[in-house]
Each structure stands twice: as C-alpha cells, then as structure tokens.
Nanobody, 123 residues
Framework: VQLQACGGGPAQAGGSLRLSCIVS????????MSWFRRAPGKEREFVAA???????TITDSAKGRFTISRDDAKNTVYLQMNSLKSEDTAVYYC??????????????????WGQGTLVTVSS
C-alpha cells in the first residue's frame, strides 16, 4: 500500500490550503485514514482522523478550522485547512489503519504512512 500526499506549500496566515492523500490498492474504503504533522523541532502530533463510516475527530487546536473528508471512489482523503496560523507550519503526513472502525489519534495504530507534504504559514 502506498500513500501519496500533496497540496502543501506556502500560505499566508488566515489563508487556506487543501491537502490530498491518494492511496493505492483496493482496500481504501476499509481503512481509517488520518493526518499527522511534525513541526520544526517538535514531535509528530495527531491532526485528524476519519473512519470507514465517515466518523471523524479533529485535534482541539484545529477544531473549527480544519475538516477531514474522504472520497472512496477516488481512494483519497482530504484535509481542508482554513484560517491558517503560523503554528500550523509543519510537514503533514497521511496514514492508514487497517482497523477501519477506529478513529484513533495514536500513531501506533496506523499501518501505512505517506512521505509528507510541507505546509509553511507566514504571518
């Protein structure tokens, strides 16, 4: 299984970006999908997750600003990021878990990882 994340880049504070992650194979609709991020000098942290039924969770710092969604027909998960802040600057990683009924924020629950896409927010 391969995950390809894209959509990162520079953005102004208050602006928006949409990240996409395309997953290979035929089992996408059974996975829980998530986004994590690693800011410069910090540990990787959970951002958002969505299970195979569409149940989702967002980290507190992103609630009201970020939305996670999925399109099973396109094997793609999205992270819509609005009202960006400088502290959102990070490399964003998508991940997939075979346990598709969980909505987990623990990185150890995820079996497959993408290569990351850099988001840089300037104020």
């Amino acid at each position: 299984v391969q995950l390809q994340a894209c959509g990162g880049g520079p953005a102004q504070a208050g602006g928006s970006l949409r990240l996409s992650c395309i997953v290979s194979g035929r089992a996408f609709n059974t996975y829980t999908m998530s986004w994590f991020r690693r800011a410069p000098g910090k540990e990787r942290e959970f951002v958002a997750a969505i299970n195979r039924r569409g149940g989702s969770t967002i980290t507190d710092s992103a609630k009201g600003r970020f939305t996670i969604s999925r399109d099973d027909a396109k094997n793609t998960v999205y992270l819509q990021m609005n009202s960006l802040k400088s502290e959102d600057t990070a490399v964003y990683y998508c991940a997939a878990a075979r346990k598709g009924w969980y909505v987990s924020s623990g990185d150890k629950e995820y079996d497959y990882w993408g290569q990351g896409t850099l988001v840089t927010v300037s104020s």
